[in-house]
Structure formats: C-alpha cells, structure tokens
C-alpha cells in the first residue's frame, strides 16, 4: 500500500532531477561553445526547470503543509534533496556536458514513456509532457556524440573523458528503495530497475557508433535516495538559494 | 581564420496549410544540427509547425544593381492587375 509520505519523496525525486539538472544547464547560458548550441542549451534547461515546477507543485499539495513549488526549491536543504547524483556533477566542458545529457536524457525518456500509463493521473499528465522533451534532449545530445566521437581525435579523446567521468553514476539512476519499490507495485511509478536492461539497448549502440568504449567500474556511486549528495550539490543550493535565504520571502 | 560553422537559412511554417516563411538563419555542420539549432531558435514560443533549412550558399540572390531592370517595369502597368474584374460573391481568396 502506498503510503503519502512515499509518494511525496518521489514526487521530490522526479522534481529535483529536473530543477538541479536545469540549474546546470542554465550554467552554460552565455557559455556555450557557439551561440546557436548556447541557446539550446538554455531551452533544454527550462524544459527541465518546467518540469520540476509541475512536480514539485504537486509535491507541495501531497504533503499538505501548504508550501509552494518555490518553498519547496529554495527552502529545503541538501539532505532533503532526491535528485540523483549524475544531476548534480559540475558540467565539465561541453563533450562532457554532452556525455551527461546524453545518459540522463535517454534514462528520463524510458522512465516518462513508463510513467505515461502510471495511475497517478497527475504524474501521467506531467509525464506526457515530459516524455516530448526527453525525446528531443535524447536525439540532441546523440547527434552530437556522433559528431564529436567520431570528429578529431581531440573531440572523441573528451567525449570518452565524459563518459568516463560519468559512467559510475549510472547505477543509481535504477536503484529502487521500499518507498518506490511500493509505489511500482501499485502501478503509480515505474520499476527502475527494470529499465536498465531498456537503457543498455538504447545507449550501447550509440556509444558504439561514436566509437567509445563503455568505461569499465567496479564501483558504482550511491547515495541520493536517501538524501546522501555529493560535495556539489551544496555549492549548486547555496547558488540557487542565496536570494531566499538572504532576503525570505523577497518577491519582485 | 573563420571558425563559424556553415551558414543556413531558416524557414518556418506557422501552422498547417500555409507557407514557410523566411526567419532567419543559423550555423551548423550538418542538417540535423541545422534543424535543431533552428528549432531552438526560431520556434521556442510556438512559432511553428514546420522547419525548412537551407544551406546559405545555395540560394542564389538578384544583384541589388539589377533592381531597376528587374523591378520598375512592372510599376506602371495597372492591366497586370486583376482589378479590372468583378469578383464573383462568395469567391473569398483570389
């Protein structure tokens, strides 16, 4: 049986993803390599911050303590954030931020395609929604990991670098605990566990064709689930939350 | 030296039926990368429901010398305007 509090953490879950992974995005605004893929960027970012006000809205309205999609961004603290760590990672150069986008986006778009039958008629709302976005964060961030795996040796050496860098946060990204492991058996979220298998088939071949080799790891990071970040994320709140701590409540 | 990327002209097509309509233009390496820069670009606020692009050195354009040649002839000559016809009733788009 699905518990509030359950379904509250995962609502956190699927909205932190989005507003930490948009927050790292937004980084590249004014940053990117040229100004057509800065702006990309950019939209890619408000995708995912869109997507986190929607889910974090209907978290707040779940937990019933009247707190806003805002409170629930600014004034939370490390430890209560759920986004998992890949999300949170610095953006490395843009063959890095590209490796990144690329796991993150097809792992999302296989979890939102999943969650457009989930029982939740809000998340499957949202998931529709969502699952359009993905698609194009996805064929995006492919293309340009055949285009730099197979540019110049330079390219291919930091688009593996990436990859490399990246690939021991992928474990978590389908580690299920008792809350969502409760919530899939109701039908409501997805069995990220189950996705791996999906994932492998659709990011292999890609990898494959840009000619990178898939890093071999013995170890795979953990943590998020239980609110257990790495150093970054501390340093992305005390960015994104400076103005409401600073200033509580400031409005313009 | 010039490092940007090949130049493409964009063309939108704001809803079903009607024309693409030049918007502008972007760089790329490649088709897709055209696309998809046009895409985020060009239609980030429901502007469209189509894109053509077209690399830049395709289009071949009239010399603005030739303008008076090309264009001024056809100023005075008010017969090569249908107006000299009664529009039927009911026809709507001529």
């Not at chain 1, 600014?74 to 998992?84: A, I, P, Q």
Request: glycine content about 6%; overall charge negative.
């Amino acid at each position: 049986m699905t518990t509030h509090n359950a379904l509250y953490k995962y609502l956190l879950f699927l909205g932190d993803n989005g507003l930490i992974q948009g927050h790292r995005l937004s980084e590249l605004c004014s940053n990117g390599p040229i100004l057509e893929e800065d702006l990309a960027m950019t939209n890619l970012a408000l995708d995912h911050i869109g997507r986190a006000q929607a889910f974090l809205k209907y978290a707040g309205e779940v937990e019933g303590k009247g707190r806003t999609e805002d409170d629930l961004a600014y004034k939370r603290g490390e430890r209560e954030f759920y986004n998992n760590l890949i999300a949170e990672l610095p953006n490395g150069d843009f063959a890095c931020t590209i490796a990144r986008m690329l796991i993150v986006s097809s792992f999302e778009y296989l979890l939102f395609t999943a969650l457009c039958t989930s029982k939740n008629a809000t998340i499957a709302a949202i998931a529709a929604k969502a699952v359009k976005e993905a698609k194009y964060h996805f064929i995006h961030s492919r293309d340009w990991c055949y285009r730099l795996g197979k540019g110049t040796e330079e390219s291919h050496r930091r688009l593996q670098n990436g990859f490399n860098e990246f690939w021991m946060f992928t474990g978590e990204l389908f580690e299920m605990d008792a809350d969502f492991a409760a919530l899939a058996n109701d039908g409501i979220s997805a069995d990220l566990a189950a996705l791996k298998p999906q994932w492998l088939a659709l990011v292999q071949p890609i990898l494959a064709d840009s000619n990178i080799a898939i890093p071999n790891v013995d170890y795979m990071q953990t943590g998020s689930r239980n609110g257990i970040h790495t150093e970054y994320l501390g340093h992305i709140l005390s960015e994104m939350q400076y103005l409401q701590r600073a200033y509580p409540d400031a409005k313009w | 030296m010039d490092t940007q990327l090949d130049l493409w002209e964009v063309f939108i097509q704001k809803k079903d039926g009607s024309e693409h309509a030049h918007v502008g233009s972007v760089h790329a390496s490649d088709s897709k990368m055209a696309l998809q820069n046009a895409r985020d670009i060009y239609t980030r606020r429901n502007e469209g429901t189509s894109i053509w692009v077209v690399p830049s050195n395709y289009i071949t354009a009239s010399n603005p010398e030739d303008a008076s040649m090309l264009f001024d002839p056809s100023t005075e000559k008010v017969y090569r305007h249908p107006t000299f016809y009664v529009v039927p009733a009911g026809a709507k788009q001529i």
